[in-house]
């Protein structure tokens, strides 16, 4: 039995083995860096410096769109996104350029996320929207999995988007209730579980799914506090991954799990009901997207 004592605060200085990743920026890598350049899009396997794009990239020929732009109005702790003033500058054309994207890479499975766009009154969902459909046209094939903001709390924005009726609509609780003011910029815990709720209030059969972040001085008993929580609003799909810090700008990691502790999350995941827990030290939102999709469908 894994014993779960509340960390030190202390940044641990050396990346443990299993936390190697082997960089190959390979002809696909290198096609697909291209193919994104060319059509001014942008993808938060880049700008959130995911350590699985080489791998999602090379090998698994798959990519995050991010749409709005890269520059967020928000200023998270954890994320390496720009953050800035955007003054309500819209691109209407983005969604056509995704499709293509899409439609040129062959995929069946699309994830489509953003940066948080607090000055659009809609919080973006009108482009979401538009970039359902538009793929949907173009790639009709293509299941469409969204990674969406909180929209600020806006319902009639939600609405919109579920309305699209895509195949998994995720929207990220990243941490626990009691870090959530140091992690997280406007956004509270309470908010990201009614988004999760109204979802399927909205659209009745809609899946969602959720991720959390470990190593930011959680404790145990909060993680399986967060995964009841999640559960609580009938979420489907947990991720559960290892906080890395990208730069010196975002706060401190203070320790690494191990894979036991991972794999014992997602049993505990698992027990409670969750349809799928994606649990591991280099896991995120979209990692395997389209697999967890599969596994959740059949149940």
Request: glycine content about 8%.
């Amino acid at each position: 039995m894994i014993e779960h004592q509340r960390p030190v605060r202390s940044e641990p200085s050396i990346k443990p083995p299993w936390l190697t990743i082997k960089a190959t920026a390979g002809p696909n890598y290198q096609r697909l860096k291209a193919l994104m350049r060319g059509n001014t899009l942008h993808t938060v396997c880049e700008e959130a410096h995911c350590p699985n794009i080489f791998e999602c990239w090379e090998q698994d020929k798959t990519a995050t769109f991010m749409i709005l732009g890269d520059t967020c109005t928000r200023n998270c702790r954890f994320c390496a996104v720009k953050s800035g003033h955007v003054g309500g500058v819209v691109d209407w054309e983005e969604p056509g350029r995704v499709a293509s994207a899409v439609m040129t890479m062959q995929l069946d499975h699309v994830v489509i996320t953003s940066v948080d766009r607090d000055d659009l009154p809609d919080g973006g969902a009108g482009i979401f929207a538009n970039t359902v459909r538009t793929i949907r046209d173009m790639a009709p094939r293509c299941q469409v999995e969204l990674l969406i903001p909180d929209f600020a709390g806006n319902w009639n924005a939600l609405a919109l988007v579920i309305g699209q009726r895509p195949n998994l609509l995720d929207h990220n609780i990243e941490t626990v209730r009691r870090m959530t003011p140091l992690v997280r910029s406007r956004a509270t815990y309470e908010r990201s579980l009614e988004v999760l709720r109204q979802a399927k209030e909205i659209g009745p059969g809609q899946r969602t799914k959720s991720s959390i972040m470990v190593g930011l001085g959680e404790t145990w008993d909060e993680l399986l506090e967060t995964l009841d929580d999640l559960r609580a609003v009938n979420v489907d799909i947990v991720t559960i991954g290892q906080y890395l810090r990208p730069t010196s700008k975002q706060m401190p990691l203070v320790r690494f799990y191990t894979p036991d502790e991972f794999g014992q999350l997602r049993e505990e995941g698992m027990a409670r009901g969750f349809l799928h827990v994606e649990s591991g030290p280099l896991v995120r939102t979209s990692y395997h997207a389209a697999r967890q999709a599969r596994d959740a469908a059949s149940q």
